[in-house]
């Protein structure tokens, strides 16, 4: 059951995270600063984002993931993004994040020093 409902929330959460739908997207002030391309590269990174193992993503939700902004030739940036998952009053946690009938999602992405 837990196994089940935690891949239910990944489905959730990586259709979410690969459309910036069905939910809110949030952006810090650092990530707000980055210039039009960088905020395209990064945005473009986090939903095509596919790197979860055990060690970053040990309830297997899919909910946390680092980016690196740069290049080899350049200082690289990196940045996180998470998925909170809220009740419809956004006040405080949902009680089933897998029931996207009374949860909400927000995406958050920020610079690793933000967090």
Known sequence: ????????????????????????????????????QEKYELFKKVQEYSRFHPDNDPHGEHDFGVIFLGSIYSEQT?????????DLSMN?????PANTDITKRVLTIMLADEY
Do not use: C, P
């Open 92 to 96: 405080r946690a949902s009680e089933d």
């Open 78 to 86: 990196k940045l996180f993004w998470k998925i909170d998952y809220y």
């Open 1 to 36: 059951m837990i196994l089940n409902k935690a891949k239910r929330i990944a489905e959730i959460n990586d259709a979410f995270r690969r459309s910036f739908q069905g939910g809110h997207v949030v952006v810090t002030q650092g990530v707000q600063r980055l210039d039009k």
